[in-house]
């Protein structure tokens, strides 16, 4: 505002305005408050820790359709491989819950509403890229986890969900090197078979060792 525009101003005039003014700020320290409130409450360890869950329990879903689809395309190895992370994504959301019932003395549940009925896979390499892209995403969403639990001086809970990436990290790293194997030799199925065939025997003794999975696996 200009200073001649001030001066022809009332006393009254400028009260009210120096009035509204501070009811604008006071609105707006308000809102902050409320949004710094929302933000705690969904940094609350709990609240992090339901997040990582939720992506396990995804992971649990996501191979559990995946070792069904390559069944269905004759992939015994990969049928079986997938097998395996969906018990290793269980292993880590049991772990979660059972750290909140210990700790928090909660019972801490997945967010079912996050988890939806998965695509079928047509082929090998729609397999594979789905997996990529499913592990890919599930190490960047609990890298930030690990972050915000880490600003939230929550250093045990962000360490024990480091942990889980290395998981993560394997499965990107197998990943990548089946797509880039299979496109050498351009998809060959008759190729693509001799692979899952050792890969089949290798997985089955390490379902069998790190999951006691002795009972059904003469069976597959």
């Known amino acids: 505002m ?13 009260w009210t305005n120096d009035k509204q003014e501070k009811r604008e700020e006071h609105k707006e320290h308000e809102e902050d408050k409320m949004h710094e409130k929302e933000m705690d409450e969904n940094l609350t360890p709990i609240t992090m820790l339901k997040d990582a869950l939720t992506m396990f329990a995804i992971g649990v879903s996501f191979h559990g359709n ?22 290793a994504d269980e292993k880590y959301l049991s772990m979660i819950q059972d750290y909140c019932i210990n700790v ?43 972050k915000d639990l880490y600003d939230s001086e ?26 880039q194997d299979f496109s050498k030799a351009d998809w060959n199925w008759s190729y693509i078979g001799t692979k899952d065939h050792h890969l089949h025997k290798k997985i089955k ?7 006691n999975y002795k009972i059904h696996i003469d069976k597959m």
């Open 2 to 14: 200009r200073r001649n525009d001030i001066l022809k101003m009332s006393n009254s005039e400028m």
């Open 66 to 87: 995946a070792s069904l689809c390559s069944h269905k395309l004759g992939l015994q190895g990969f049928k079986c491989l997938h097998k395996y992370y969906s018990h």
């Open 104 to 146: 928090f003395d909660e019972i801490v549940m997945p967010d079912w509403s996050k988890i939806h009925m998965d695509e079928e896979l047509k082929d090998t390499s729609n397999m594979l890229e789905e997996w990529y892209e499913h592990e890919t995403e599930k190490y960047n969403y609990l890298n930030n986890i690990i």
């Open 154 to 179: 929550y250093a045990y809970e962000a360490k024990m969900i480091t942990k889980t990436l290395e998981g993560a990290i394997t499965e990107i790293t197998k990943c990548k090197r089946f797509i």
């Open 205 to 211: 003794e390490k379902l069998k060792n790190d999951y």
